[in-house]
């Protein structure tokens, strides 16, 4: 018993269960509403691919078209458009026609300051 004891408090480094109700309650206080963590989830889901990154990061440059990317990515122009679409869901990117061609950017400056604060702590 005394070995499981201690590994316990090894694990999770309490020793007792407490509820610090006043945490609990302040947590609670700033919770956001669910269907914003759920865009909040989805957002990240978005950019945990390698491909929409690698886009996404390209933008930060400038607007690009469906041509530009597939070029710097690699991939068919079809597969680009896909990707681009999942972005564009999320307002995560926009886009403006000038003719027959669609030149994408990112949406505003959080998606970009989301880049930067996500790649200075991969950086640490």
């Known amino acids: 018993m005394t070995q499981r004891k201690n590994r316990i408090q090894k ?3 309490c020793q007792v ?3 610090h109700l006043k945490r609990v309650e302040r947590a609670w206080k700033e919770s956001i509403p669910d269907k ?7 957002t ?3 950019l945990g691919n390698n491909t929409r990154l690698k886009m996404v990061m390209a933008l930060q ?4 078209c469906v041509c530009d990317l597939a070029a710097f990515t690699g991939l068919s122009d079809s597969a680009v458009s896909h990707q681009l679409r999942r972005l564009k869901d999320l307002d995560l990117v ?3 026609r000038d003719g ?3 030149y994408y950017s990112l949406n505003d400056d959080h998606v970009a300051e989301l880049l930067k604060i ?7």
């Open 100 to 102: 027959q061609i669609l």
């Open 94 to 96: 926009k886009q403006r």
């Open 118 to 124: 996500g790649l200075d702590h991969v950086r640490e």
């Open 17 to 19: 269960h407490v509820v």
């Open 44 to 46: 990240y889901k978005v």
């Open 36 to 42: 914003d963590l759920e865009r909040l989830s989805l």
């Open 61 to 64: 440059s400038g607007e690009m």
């Open 11 to 13: 694990e999770d480094g």
